[in-house]
């Protein structure tokens, strides 16, 4: 391979890169626009969410056809063919993180109207801060290359899952309280369910990154607390 192919090559690889880092900064900012929404009951926020929901599909397509153009280009072979395969699934979580996202969008334009009470709101803040934690920690780690960093990630999984157990259990207790709850509620759970999935996306980007620097799978067992995966939303 040319030094003018190899250096070409370098810049389609860094290209990716700077994509997935752009696709992360959206990720990132739907979620706290998201959850912001939903604490002020903000439907012209949640629109936003919702809009921008396109452009992180589009960045999503975007890298997949990319990647697959140089895979099948360039042929490339151990380290640089993680590097495009890593970039792909992470892509993917990353398009996955905005999808719940805008489902929260879509609840607050759905809550609208309704009888609300904000303090059973800081419940869904507070995981929606851990979640948020994990996914810029991650995504730090991707820019860094950094294993090490990555299995941190994966290892708190299990914080963000008791939360979600905790505040599950929380809520139910405000709508036995309070039958005027009962529809608020139900919309919070669903709500802190796709805050939950969204630390799952962000422990898979660990294992992405994990893939990428060692060349070898983490194994199928996570440490997980959540007691309702069978009857939450």
Excluded at 179 to 191: A, E, Q, S, W
Aim: net charge negative.
């Amino acid at each position: 391979m040319s030094q003018h192919t190899v250096a070409a090559f370098d810049e389609e690889l860094t290209e990716l890169a700077g994509w997935i880092a752009e696709m992360g900064g959206l990720a990132e900012r739907m979620l706290v626009s998201a959850v912001t929404a939903l604490a002020r009951i903000d439907t012209d926020l949640a629109q936003t969410v919702i809009a921008d929901d396109y452009r992180l599909d589009a960045a999503q397509r975007r890298i997949e056809e990319n990647g697959v153009a140089i895979i099948a280009r360039r042929q490339p072979m151990a380290r640089d063919l993680r590097e495009i395969v890593a970039a792909m699934r992470i892509s993917s979580d990353l398009e996955r993180v905005g999808d719940l996202a805008k489902n929260i969008a879509k609840r607050v334009i759905a809550i609208n109207g309704q009888y609300q009470s904000q303090r059973l709101v800081l419940g869904v803040e507070h995981i929606s801060e851990i979640a948020l934690e994990q996914l810029k920690f991650v995504l730090d780690a991707y820019t860094a290359r950094d294993e090490v960093a990555a299995r941190v990630v994966r290892e708190r999984d299990g914080e963000i899952d008791a939360l979600y157990t905790s505040l599950f259990r929380e809520l139910l207790t405000y709508m036995m309280e309070d039958p005027r709850n009962i529809t608020f509620c139900t919309h919070l759970l669903f709500c802190a369910k796709n805050i939950e999935r969204i630390g799952d996306h962000a422990t898979n980007i660990a294992e992405s990154i994990h893939y990428l620097a060692t060349g070898e799978q983490l194994g199928p067992d996570r440490p997980k607390h959540d007691e309702f995966e069978a009857t939450s939303p």
